[in-house]
């Protein structure tokens, strides 16, 4: 069945560059999601990329995909103390239309 | 805009009644909604799709009697959890995807069911 693989922890300092990485197994992966989930609230969708693009850009956030290698990875430049949360990645096979496919998320902590 | 509420958000149930899980989309309407189920420290694990006005599709291992799920109108779907056990105890959170924005899902906060 699919996979998607995340590392469970990820620290950097204020004010560096953030990146959170994800591979994924299923090969007709179609749109590729981050979400950020903050203590408490819900998911909230951050961003997401077409198979057929390999980077997008959205203000701080840059998402990185290699199809080849079926990884995705999120960089959050200037890491504030308000990125503090779980990114988790997911992929969908189906267009956008099926239900996703979600890693274990990634705790994104921020040292002072 | 493209938000997403459930109701209740906590829940407390004894073993063998029922509980129903409320998910709203507020502020679009919502074709498709899906429900997900989240275990501590787990990701979340996609139980069931609903299309309004037609028949859940559920994911394989998933009880269709067990978990009911109705989608009666673009904005709400609702999900009933039957005969409650302990180990049906989890963090259930709906999501919804806007008929004008097919590739966006948008979640709600989540309910945590505890049975006891």
């Known amino acids: 069945g699919e996979d998607v693989e995340q590392s469970l922890f990820l620290s950097v300092r204020e004010g560096d560059s953030s990146v959170i990485n994800c591979t994924y197994t299923?090969?007709?992966?179609?749109?590729l999601y981050w979400y950020k989930q903050e203590p408490g609230a819900g998911l909230q969708l951050l961003t997401y990329i077409f198979s057929n693009m390999d980077m997008k850009q959205d203000q701080r956030l840059t998402v990185l995909l290699n199809k080849k290698d079926k990884h995705l990875s999120l960089r959050i430049a200037d890491t504030q103390t308000g990125d503090s949360a779980i990114y988790f990645c997911a992929e969908t096979p189906g267009g956008g239309a099926d239900g996703l496919t979600f890693g274990k998320g990634t705790h994104l902590i921020i040292q002072p | 805009g493209a938000v997403v509420s459930q109701h209740p958000s906590r829940v407390i149930c004894k073993s063998g009644t029922s509980v129903k899980i409320e998910c709203r989309s507020l502020?679009?309407?919502?074709?498709?909604m899906f429900w997900y189920r989240q275990f501590p420290k787990q990701s979340l694990m996609l139980m069931a799709t609903?299309?309004?006005?037609?028949?859940?599709?559920?994911e394989q291992g998933v009880e269709k009697d067990k978990f009911l799920i109705n989608h009666a109108s673009l904005t709400l779907s609702t999900l009933t959890v039957t005969s409650a056990h302990p180990e049906d105890s989890s963090f259930y959170i709906c999501s919804a995807r806007d008929g004008t924005r097919l590739r966006e899902q948008y979640f709600g906060p989540g309910t945590r069911l505890t049975v006891t």
């Open positions: 609903s299309n309004e006005g037609s028949k859940a599709t559920y």
């Open positions: 502020d679009f309407q919502a074709t498709t």
């Open positions: 299923d090969s007709s992966s179609t749109y």
